[in-house]
């Protein structure tokens, strides 16, 4: 064999190396490993935290339509209900759009503080 040959033989052989997949790690041993392969496996906590985030955003939209944009709406359709016996007067709550706006902030902030803690513990 040529020296030539040699070289592209130990190339050839390095690319192969390069080229072959790193072997999976295996996974962690015992109830609390597997439960946190499973966890970053099916992204669970990103999962849980769309839901969460998802609900209290919900509550929002609700507090703001039922406390503030549904009184506007009934003054304006007061008049022409009342003489059908259908008035539907309701006094403006936007403590009800408050509150769910507080506790909507409090839910991201205790959200983002146990994200911060996942990842510390480097569970994802």
């Known amino acids: 064999m040529t020296d030539q040959n040699a070289e592209i033989l130990a190339e050839l052989k ?5 080229l072959t997949p790193a ?9 609390v490993g597997e439960f946190l392969d499973f966890v970053g496996k099916y992204k669970i906590l990103g999962l849980a ?10 509550e929002v939209v609700k ?8 009184p506007m709406i009934q003054e304006i359709l007061d008049p022409v209900l009342s003489g059908t016996g259908f008035g539907m007067y309701d006094p403006y709550k936007p403590g009800l759009f408050l509150m769910a706006l507080i506790t909507f902030v409090i839910v991201c902030l205790l ?14």
């Open 63 to 70: 507090g703001l339509v039922t406390g503030i944009l549904m």
């Open 111 to 124: 959200v983002f503080i146990v994200m911060k803690l996942a990842k510390k513990f480097k569970i994802e």
């Open 49 to 58: 935290v769309a839901f969460v985030i998802g609900l209290y955003l919900g």
């Open 23 to 31: 072997p999976e790690p295996k996974g962690r041993k015992g109830f």
């Open 14 to 18: 390095e690319i192969r190396k390069l």
